[in-house]
């Protein structure tokens, strides 16, 4: 018989849906679901945070002991107000505590990137490997670093805000008019690049007609040049921007997560591509382990529900 602190609640809050799992120890879902996000309404997104542990404790009949929380952005160590979030309307506001208020009972908040690095590397596509670097690549780009099993969080709480650095190498020619700037006030982020809106934009800016990253994706097995185009400027943005993480950190693996790492074949494309970008001389062997995520979108959220399981705080 199971204690009611052995399964794992996780809350997966996004910009458009909420998602709720509970997890037996061994990883089984009990239940799964998901809610719109009351966007822009940071008071009922607490109450339908709270009303979503009520509905998977009814239904699975096992209370819910604590909360693991992965959300956009994270919350400061120091003054425990959420940051960074491009669901903006969580920002500056003490979000922890106030779900902490509204469940009575404990909260644990972490970046939804060290989520899914941390889903993947206990049970995911990098379960074998003690250095594991996720990056989200969907409406948003974000990172997240796992070392032995834990979060590396640093002393900040930004270790893997890898969105929000400019893109390397980045020619003033693909920047008509000059780099981009990002929500988060800085200009040319990783995530005005690589995120999937972003990929649209550029298709569109360049002069094709798409609404959708899928209709690129379509346009470029069509054959249509425009779009094989931008879609390789992509995987070469990504490569360097990949290159710089292993200067600085050299996982063992990169798992790829979020709706734009579904591209066909990109896995592939990205091992040989991020070659010239790592330093080290051409006689060296470099085999870049890139791996997508084995729980695809549901990474985060079991992510989320481990961040119990792990003995330090974050
Ligand atoms: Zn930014």
Redesign the pocket.
């Known amino acids: 018989m199971l204690t009611q602190a052995e399964y794992g609640y996780g809350i997966d809050l996004g910009g458009t849906k909420i998602e709720g799992v509970v997890l037996t120890p061994d990883g089984e879902e009990l239940i799964r679901h998901r809610i719109p996000t009351p966007r822009e309404d940071y008071t009922a997104t607490i109450r339908a945070i709270a009303d979503l542990v009520g509905f998977m404790e009814r239904e699975t009949g096992i209370a819910a002991a604590r909360v693991g929380v992965g959300i956009p952005g994270s919350a400061s160590p120091r003054t425990g107000l959420v940051r960074n979030a491009n669901s903006t309307w969580i920002n500056g506001r003490p979000l922890e505590h106030d779900l902490r208020d509204a469940l009575a009972r404990p909260i644990r908040l972490a970046n939804d990137a060290n989520c899914l690095a941390l889903s993947e590397s206990i049970d995911g596509a990098a379960c074998d490997a003690d250095t594991v670097f996720a990056v989200i690549l969907g409406t948003g780009v974000g990172g997240g670093l796992v070392v032995n099993g834990r979060i590396i969080t640093g002393a900040h709480g930004l270790a893997g805000e890898w969105?929000?650095?400019p893109l390397p190498n980045m020619p003033d020619s693909h920047m008509p008019g000059g780099a981009r700037r990002?929500?988060?006030?800085?200009?040319g982020?990783?995530?005005?690049w690589l995120s999937g809106p972003a990929i649209t934009r550029q298709y569109r800016d360049a002069g094709g007609r798409a609404a959708r990253l899928q209709d690129v994706v379509a346009a470029s097995q069509r054959g249509e040049a425009l779009a094989r185009d931008v879609l390789a400027r992509f995987v070469e943005n990504l490569a360097g921007a990949l290159g710089m993480i292993v200067n600085i950190i050299d996982p063992e693996v990169f798992v790829l997560g979020g709706g734009v790492s579904n591209l066909p074949g990109l896995a592939e494309r990205l091992a040989s591509a991020i070659r010239p970008h790592v330093f080290a001389s051409p006689s060296d062997r470099i085999d870049i382990d890139l791996r997508l995520a084995r729980w695809g979108d549901s990474s985060g959220v079991r992510g989320a529900a481990r961040l119990w399981d792990m003995t330090h705080d974050i």
């Open positions: 969105g929000h650095v990002c929500f988060c006030g800085r200009r982020c990783i995530e005005t």
